[in-house]
């Protein structure tokens, strides 16, 4: 079978597995579809590849009240996997995405969490996406020595993530920024909407989602946080979690969101932060 075929066919499964399945009867049923969906494309596609592979790990709630969090988070990331494969991967390895939910739950982000550091071929992860759930998993990753790109966190990361360096953090701010009636983002990056440089990336991530998830900050973080990932293989002494997280720790890099370089806290130097709430029609809209 030719690689066109070969494509087209994995595709077609993927489609047809929608067009097979029971239609959803409300956003719940969707969510669980939607969420199977994207778990069985990747891995229909891997099948055709010899490619070593790398995974990298994101934690994010994709059920309960902050789904909507990890929905525009996921297809950010597939979005940058899809595109770093196309170029052939990063040194010869092909990338791949292993996506867990954590609800937003602290007990369900360590679980979470563990079930990634038993995965040899996962390098690193991106998460969480709640400073509760980041907070509590966030001593697993480093007592592993699992470089972690903390998306939100409201704690000072603990010792084993400093000496080796494996904590790295892109929204610190006090637990109060968080408030638990709303749904509130603190990140490193503007809304990718009215940024300039990222009006590719925007038309791209759009094109992807079937219900109605549209970029946003979060996409952006996601999307820059991969990037990030990706740029720290390319430049790794060795492929190796321990090899990924010296070379973030020794890294220099600019995403279209801002640039990212860390203290040896595992801060951003010089960030800028930025808050957005999402309102009911899902809009950010920043507030600080």
Known sequence: MNASKARGKRQGAGWRFLALAKRPRNKVEWGCLLLLFLCV?????????????????????FEGRYRSIGYEAIYAARLAVREINAKGGVRGYRLEL???????????????????????????????????????????????????????????LPPACLQPPNGFVLGHAAHDQ???????????VPDPNSLSAAQAFVANYNAIPIDGTRAGPIALQTYDAMALLFDAIGRAGKIDRAGLAVAIANGNFSGLGGHYAFDQNGNLIDVRSYVYEYDKNGQPVLIK
């Open 41 to 61: 494309v990747p891995l229909a596609a891997c099948a055709a590849s010899t490619q070593p592979v790398i995974k990298i790990g994101l934690v994010a709630p």
């Open 98 to 156: 292993v996506a867990l939910d954590d609800r937003g739950d602290p007990a369900q982000a360590i679980e979470s969490a563990r079930k990634l550091m038993i995965d040899p071929q996962v390098m690193a992860v991106i998460g969480h996406y709640r400073p509760d759930s980041t907070d509590a998993a966030i001593k697993d990753y480093c007592d592993g020595h699992m470089p972690l790109m903390a998306i939100e966190s409201a704690a000072s």
């Open 178 to 188: 968080w408030p638990d009636d709303r749904i509130t983002f603190l990140g490193s």
